[in-house]
């Protein structure tokens, strides 16, 4: 599923799945809950035996195995609405075609901790998936994260301001709790991707 050749002679961080979580660069964010895909990443790493480094100005890059299988474990550098940018310089990077990419991102219209799992389809309004989808196509594999939309006087709120600072925000207590652990429950979904395909991994995780 990917190309083994490259203008160099052959990409750059070879692997046979690219796994990329979304998120915004800085440690300022690093424990919003739109970084929540970046938690993944560091769980994922963990368990690949590497170390992310921030390689070029796109993206912070590493490899290992996971299931057995060369991985590249990736979190762009860019903004979330400038991901495309990081992916496309990823896919020359690992030789990685979109069938073969896992997307790992934050879902406001999940309930808090819901994991929802798919193969290809639209952006569905998050402007970090139509970036991507611009950049490499729409038929990677997307796995959401809900983090639950905020409310405002008891009721779900679009407020653009109320909702960026939800997204920009720390949770903490229970919620910091259930998300920490439903990005455990992630990085296992990732693994099953690859070792029984998405359809499974959906089969297992979708209704959690």
């Known amino acids: 599923m990917r190309n083994p050749f490259s203008n160099s002679g052959g990409p750059r961080f070879a692997a046979d799945w690219l796994i990329v979580g979304l998120g915004n660069p800085g440690e300022e964010h690093a424990r919003n809950r739109h970084n929540v895909g970046f938690w993944v990443i560091n769980d994922l790493a963990r368990r690949a ?8 100005q796109t993206m912070a890059i590493g490899t290992g195995t996971i299931a057995g299988v060369k991985v590249a474990l990736v979190k762009p550098r860019t903004f979330m609405n400038l991901s495309g940018k990081a992916l496309a310089q990823a896919k020359q990077w690992t030789g990685c075609d979109a069938p073969n990419t896992i ?16 193969a290809g389809g639209g952006s569905g309004g998050h402007n970090g998936l139509k970036s991507i989808n611009n950049a490499i196509g729409p038929d990677y594999i997307r796995i959401r994260i809900g983090i639950g939309r905020p409310t405002l006087n008891g009721e779900p709120t679009w407020e653009p301001e109320t909702v960026a600072g939800w997204v920009l925000g720390n949770p903490t207590g229970a919620d910091r709790t259930l998300l920490e652990e439903r990005a455990k429950l992630a990085a296992d ?3 099953t991707v690859i070792l029984e395909g998405v359809e499974a991994a959906g089969t297992k995780f979708n209704r959690k």
Request: glycine fraction near 12%.
């Open 49 to 56: 035996g590497t170390q992310l480094k921030a390689t070029g």
């Open 103 to 118: 997307i790992v991102y934050d879902d406001l219209d999940l309930a808090a901790g819901a994991l929802r799992l798919r």
């Open 189 to 191: 979904a990732v693994e």
